[in-house]
């Protein structure tokens, strides 16, 4: 059966509810396809200690400011997942689930999109599909041969399950840090960075990081020097978890190993630590398989853009893969302004 629709959302999780809100209001026809069962996108599927960087006044959606959570300043994930089901529920967007895209092709005036439940006909697409669904495993030599157990961000729940074993937290962003602090009391811990870590200060969170990412839009859309954005203040936001473990001491970095073992992992210089599991906290590429029948692909896997907008393909528009595809995109607070522009200009295009 092919349905038709103004616009289709693909990914009904923080950035496909953000682009639902603005839909509505500019009375657009539109549907959000969710390849999850329930709401509350890849947030759901956190491990069981991870907190927002910033208190909840500063991690909302555009139109609902999300709810504190009592006892903590800084919400957790559970916290994340109900109000998104909330805001769902609020503005009554038409979220269509469990819904797996499989591709989207051009078809005349239409862009067609295939699902496993069946296809609909859009004149605009909004891909909203984020990154957790596409882990990233650098190629380092000996993961073949290593005899314990290896798993991604994705992967991880909780520190019980590696009570004392020794662990290896390769990583020195947020996700290697908190998930370092998570185990550095009940095991074994080697944490590993490719350089030393760079914390920001302790004052800083998440409201200051999107501060520091939009003035360096401005900045270079103005003509001025690139001031760096969140680049320029370091690499770890210091939550208090974070913040405990590294003033207690146990957060030390070790440079990162040249290969793994059968039995851990082995520095340039001989050196070898004995590991039973080997965390892989090395990031996410971009998931965008869904978008190949269209051949758009750049460097790097990046589609091409201005703002939001595929260059190649003005009906399709692509929300909240970070950076490239707004300031802070990939945050709850961030994802508001690049939600609305994409929305605007496609209502321009279906305008007659």
Known sequence: MTQHADVVVIGGGQSGLAAGYYLRRLGLDFVILD????????????????????????????????????GEMYPDAGHVVHYLADYEQRYGLPVVRPVSVRGVHRDGAFLRVEGDTGTWLARAVISATGTWWRPFLPAV???????????????????????GQRVVVVGGGNSGAQIAADLAYDTELTWVTQRPPRFLADNIDGRALFDAATARRRAL??????????????????????????????????PMFTRLT???????????????????CTGFRPALSHLAPLQLRGSRGHIPTTGTRAIDEPRLHLLGYGDWTGPASATLIGVGRPARDATREIAELLTP
């Open 35 to 70: 390849a999850g069962s329930e709401p509350g996108g890849a947030w759901q599927h956190a491990w069981d200690s991870l907190h927002l960087f910033s208190p909840a006044a500063f991690s909302s959606l555009p139109g609902r400011p999300m709810p504190v959570q009592s």
């Open 141 to 163: 030599p000996g993961r073949d041969v290593f005899g314990g157990r290896q798993l991604h961000t994705v992967e991880y729940r909780t520190p019980r399950d590696f009570a």
């Open 221 to 254: 859309e103005e003509g001025r020097s690139d001031t760096g954005g969140v680049a320029s203040l370091g690499d770890i936001v210091a939550v208090p978890p974070v913040r405990e473990a590294r003033d207690a001491g146990l957060l030390k970095a070790s």
């Open 262 to 280: 059968p039995h851990g992992v082995q520095w340039a210089d001989g050196t070898l630590a004995e590991a039973e599991a080997v965390i892989w």
